[in-house]
């Protein structure tokens, strides 16, 4: 099993974003045609969002507006997250990798004992390639250990320095790999990515309130609020299936199609609520500005007016 997963993931790509040159997918399209909405191109909104299957639809011009706000990771400044090295734009979660010079879907990192990137489509495969791996360790040495003991204490055996060198490393082995193993099972449990744990900087979250594309507020979200983690359940079936049958088995990889994920829903309810009251405060500054100057200007002409009359 281990070397079964150990070949899925060197053989599977970890999945790319689609080139921004390349037109809409015909799943991204609006009847034939392309969507007349200037929204960025990956966005998150519950009413949009297929649990069966894990992926989005997209909004057409048919819409209500009682699906938006819609939410996506963006820049301070609100534009889309862009890599001009790959030329496509970058979908929540995807990350530029320097080694193999490629933009990764839901990248967790890249490893060099797989030759490449663990993202999206290969996740599962080496979770399992590790797990199974660990496990094996540990059987080596459940199994030689008191092997060793009986013949050197019950046959009077010479104890070779081979089954010595194969229980210390079958036990260093074992045990790291197996502790890595739960390491990923922590974070599949969690939702969340190796480099979203190590992660420093804040997310930018930009909130469309319409489908004009230019009425959005960007709202920065700490970097301890994990914004993807769901109920266990929901987050575990994302990375090994929905068969329990085949949670164990390298044969089909997780949910989704890693343009979009769906968002907690209390921390989906926090940023909206957060990019309104960013709205209300800047129009109230703006009113309280404008209204600062207009009676700065009637003082002003008013000092004028006096002015003259002492002339």
């Keep these: 099993m281990a070397l079964i997963c150990y070949t899925r993931v060197l053989f599977t790509s970890p999945g790319k974003p689609v080139n921004a040159r390349t037109p809409l997918l015909h799943s991204e399209s609006t009847q034939g045609g392309l969507s007349p909405i200037n929204l960025p191109r990956y966005y998150y909104s519950p009413k949009l969002f297929n649990w069966t299957t894990m992926t989005a639809r997209y909004l057409d011009a048919q819409d209500k507006l009682d699906v938006m706000p819609v939410i996506s990771v963006s820049r301070q400044d609100g534009q889309p997250k862009y890599c001009n090295l790959c030329e496509c734009f970058k979908p929540d979660r995807a990350h530029h990798?320097?080694?193999?010079?490629?933009?990764?879907?839901?990248m967790d990192h890249h490893c060099p004992w797989v030759s490449g990137c663990v993202g999206l489509a290969n996740y599962k495969f080496f979770f399992l390639f590790v797990f199974y791996t660990g496990c094996y360790g540990l059987w080596v040495f459940v199994s030689s250990l008191p092997l060793v003991i009986k013949g050197v204490k019950d046959m009077n055996a010479p104890l070779d320095p081979h089954w010595i060198a194969l229980i210390v490393i079958a036990f260093i082995f074992g045990m790291t790999v197996v502790g890595f193993a739960g390491v990923h099972a922590s974070y599949?449990?969690?939702?969340?990515?190796?480099?979203?744990?190590?992660?420093?900087?804040?997310?930018?979250?930009?909130?469309?309130?319409?489908?004009?594309?230019?009425?959005?507020?960007?709202?920065?979200?700490?970097v301890l609020d994990n914004l993807w983690e769901r109920k266990k359940g929901e987050n575990w079936r994302q990375v090994m299936g929905n068969n329990p049958l085949g949670w164990f088995l390298p044969i089909k990889r997780g949910l989704g199609d890693g343009t979009v994920f769906p968002y907690n829903d209390y921390m989906f309810n926090q940023?909206?609520?957060?990019?309104?009251?960013?709205?209300?405060?800047?129009?109230?500054?703006?009113?309280?500005?404008?209204?600062?100057?207009?009676d700065y200007e009637t003082e002003r002409l008013s000092s004028i007016e006096s002015t003259a009359q002492m002339t």
């Design 97 to 106: 990798c320097k080694e193999c010079n490629a933009c990764v879907l839901k």
């Design 271 to 294: 940023i909206v609520e957060k990019a309104y009251k960013q709205r209300e405060s800047m129009n109230v500054c703006t009113y309280e500005n404008q209204h600062l100057t207009t």
């Design 188 to 222: 599949i449990l969690r939702n969340e990515t190796t480099i979203e744990h190590l992660s420093d900087r804040p997310n930018e979250i930009r909130v469309d309130f319409d489908m004009s594309g230019q009425n959005y507020e960007v709202v920065s979200v700490s």
